[in-house]
């Protein structure tokens, strides 16, 4: 039932820029652990050479159908790959780059004890991060905002169930 779907998305996204379907974005896991997360390709070919490493908002290197796969969140379903090779789960903390999570403070590492998760509850509260990054300060204000997810997600990780889990899934999906 899905698969028509993704198959559609995979044209759509050749269709309108050159460079291939998906993206592998290397990120921090578990303990630390480097890996590659999966998504759908929104973003130009070479588009981390050609900007920043956060999208901004406005992000000129977005592609026309890359704006509906983000706004959708159909650019994460890829991510459920991660989830079947035990780099991620599906609820948890967002992983981060390994230049943003040099910027932790050991507290903040803390979080690195679990899996990351394709949603959370600092993707939830951030859900358009990239329209809150505008302007020459958007490191700045990443450097806050991811800041806050930490705080969100270490409280997670502290009252961590599944009852919470299955919770946050449905508002995902709402």
Do not use: C
């Not at 993704?6 to 921090?28: E, H, N, P, Q």
């Amino acid at each position: 039932m899905i698969s028509p779907l993704l198959f559609l998305v995979s044209i759509l996204i050749k269709l309108d820029s050159k460079g291939t379907v998906f993206y592998r974005a290397k990120r921090v896991g578990q303990f630390g652990a480097v890996f590659n997360m999966w998504k759908f390709r929104t973003m130009i070919a070479e588009a981390e050479i050609k900007g920043p490493s956060i999208t901004v908002a406005n992000d000129p290197r977005v592609t026309k159908i890359g704006k509906i796969l983000r706004r959708t969140k159909i650019d994460e379903w890829p991510s459920f790959l991660n989830v079947l090779w035990g780099d991620m789960s599906v609820v948890g903390p967002r992983p981060e780059s390994e230049d943003w999570v040099k910027k932790y403070s050991k507290q903040e590492e803390k979080v690195l004890l679990i899996k990351p998760g394709i949603t959370g509850p600092s993707q939830l509260k951030y859900r358009n991060e990239e329209k809150l990054l505008s302007g020459e300060d958007w490191h700045q204000k990443y450097l806050i905002m991811m800041k806050d997810k930490l705080s969100i997600d270490l409280k997670y990780f502290a009252e961590n169930s599944f009852l919470r889990d299955l919770k946050i899934i449905i508002k995902t999906i709402i």
